[in-house]
């Protein structure tokens, strides 16, 4: 070979070389990088349960009843008080005492009384007696005879007028000390060691068997819902939760307000206190509503939404209109379709067209 032809040979080598991986390139190309989902999500359904039926109200906590104990003797000392603001007392127990040294010295006096009436009425009697006696003799004229046994009915009414001002007395004695008209515990006292007081005169105020009640103001339009017997909860300031039910539904409506009242009767409970406000929820039935867990709803800018897994594992994004809340779970109104497969959670972390991967939700122990 001419050594001049060499650098011939090897430029055209080079270009055969580059010409065949050219063509091998264009017979097998590099495929592109497929899209990758965003994240890993579990997918739920909507659902259709029994969603309660709720009236709100709002108002105070009072006690059932409250009776006023006061005392019936006038004029006395007042000696002792056995019990304070928050004591829980029983029907027929002493709560205060008034001094009984007057009233003991009249009942003495009285006694005497009675006893002098007795001694009148042993004479009057007999000497009628003998008068009756004397009738038929003539000895006696018929007025002396008429004289004689009108003094021993005299008599007989002054011991009668005696003893039932003993009896009297004997009350009296008995109202020294003041009693507990029934179960309860005791709300108010104005009752002071040495006072002299009145009849009728207040000293404490009970809470009637320790009951308490709330007092919801409900609007007109909801009233004719409440009826007797429905349960009722209600959120007192403090955060407690009291239980109850509707025992009567009041027959007029304040003018002013345009609501009416509700009583309810409250459960026994350390947390509820009469004169506390509280919120109250009132349960008049219930109804079937199509919800989604908490989860799967999003908010957006003031909207309510969700995330609907496609067929191609992409998302759309759908703006739902929401109701109750039950749970963990809230009622879909509208923008939802029944059988929609949507996020069950996460969706803040996702955008309407994601690409997602869908797995099975974990088994529930």
Excluded: C
């Amino acid at each position: 070979m001419n050594f001049r032809s060499r650098p011939l040979l090897l430029t055209l080598s080079v270009i055969a070389v580059a010409a065949a991986t050219y063509t091998v390139q264009a017979a097998d190309p590099k495929p592109a990088d497929a899209p990758r989902p965003a994240l890993t999500v579990t997918v739920t359904q909507p659902q259709r349960i029994a969603v309660p039926l709720r009236v709100t109200a709002n108002g105070n906590i009072a006690a059932w009843q409250e009776a006023s104990i006061g005392t019936e003797a006038n004029g006395l000392r007042l000696a002792d008080v056995k019990v304070n603001v928050g004591d829980v007392v029983k029907r027929g127990q002493v709560l205060a005492t008034f001094a009984p040294d007057t009233v003991l010295a009249e009942q003495a006096q009285i006694r005497a009384t009675v006893a002098e009436a007795e001694a009148s009425l042993a004479e009057a009697a007999a000497n009628a007696q003998r008068a009756r006696e004397l009738e038929t003799t003539g000895a006696l004229s018929a007025q002396q005879i008429n004289q004689y046994v009108t003094a021993e009915r005299t008599a007989q009414a002054r011991l009668e007028a005696q003893r039932a001002s003993a009896k009297a007395q004997q009350l009296r004695l008995g109202q020294t000390k003041v009693l507990a008209p029934d179960n309860g515990v005791i709300s108010s006292r104005t009752a002071t060691v040495g006072a002299v007081l009145p009849a009728g005169q207040e000293l404490f105020r009970l809470i009637r068997q320790g009951r308490l009640e709330w007092r919801g103001e409900v609007a007109a339009a909801d009233l004719s819902r409440v009826k007797p017997g429905q349960p009722v909860e209600v959120t007192a300031a403090s955060g407690a939760k009291l239980a109850g039910k509707v025992r009567m539904v009041a027959p007029t409506i304040d003018v002013q307000t345009r609501n009416g009242l509700v009583y309810v009767d409250l459960t026994a409970s350390n947390e509820a206190r009469a004169g506390m406000f509280g919120h109250g929820e009132i349960d008049v039935g219930s109804s079937q509503a199509l919800t989604l867990p908490q989860s799967a709803v999003t908010l957006r800018d003031g909207f309510h939404y969700v995330l609907q897994v496609g067929n191609d594992s992409k998302l759309t994004q759908l703006k739902a209109k929401v109701g109750r809340r039950v749970g963990d779970r809230i009622e879909i109104t509208a923008g939802v379709p029944a059988d929609a497969k949507v996020v069950a959670a996460g969706g803040g972390f996702l955008a309407d067209g994601d690409l997602v991967k869908v797995v099975a939700a974990p088994a529930t122990k």
